[in-house]
């Protein structure tokens, strides 16, 4: 009864399940914050999350950096901080969907649709890392029988 209610809100306001910004994402105390600022917005008033390479976010900008991440095909999260400003040098580390899941302050449906993304974007690549395989083996092949 209330899942459906819910559902009958989203229809009317317009709004995709997963957008982003139609729920307020508040960190739960149990993770960790940092005085640090966030690394993408700078932003130094709302709450930062500490990930686990040590570096901070706030969960808009985690969210959406998620977002953008995914829709790039990536296969997996790593963290963009750059810790050497003279190479440009990222911190690189990964982030499980655990970590993201809560310092990002996924509901539920985020959550199953962010892993579903994330497992698509790997399937895709292994079919193009297999058609590439073939690719180069009929080549090779080819340049033998040319031989
Ligand atoms: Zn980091």
Not at 44 to 49: I, V
Not at 114 to 138: D, G, L, P
Request: positive net charge; charged residues 30%; aromatic residues 6%.
């Amino acid at each position: 009864m209330s899942s459906n209610s819910s559902y009958a809100m989203r229809l009317r306001s317009g709004a995709p399940v997963v957008v982003g910004t139609q729920h307020e994402r508040v960190l739960s105390p149990t993770v960790e914050t940092t005085k640090d600022p966030c690394m993408i917005t700078f932003e130094m008033e709302k709450e930062r999350a500490l990930m686990s390479c040590g570096h901070a976010i706030t969960p808009c900008a985690l969210f959406q950096f998620m977002t953008n991440e995914l829709r790039l095909g990536r296969r997996q999260m790593r963290c963009p901080f750059i810790i050497d400003d003279n190479n440009l040098q990222p911190c690189n580390k990964v982030w499980d969907y655990t970590e993201i899941k809560a310092k990002a302050c996924l509901t539920r449906e985020e959550t199953a649709e962010m892993i579903q993304k994330f497992q698509m974007n790997i399937s895709k690549f292994e079919k193009m890392r297999e058609r590439n395989i073939r690719n180069a083996k009929a080549r090779h092949k080819l340049a033998d029988e040319n031989n």
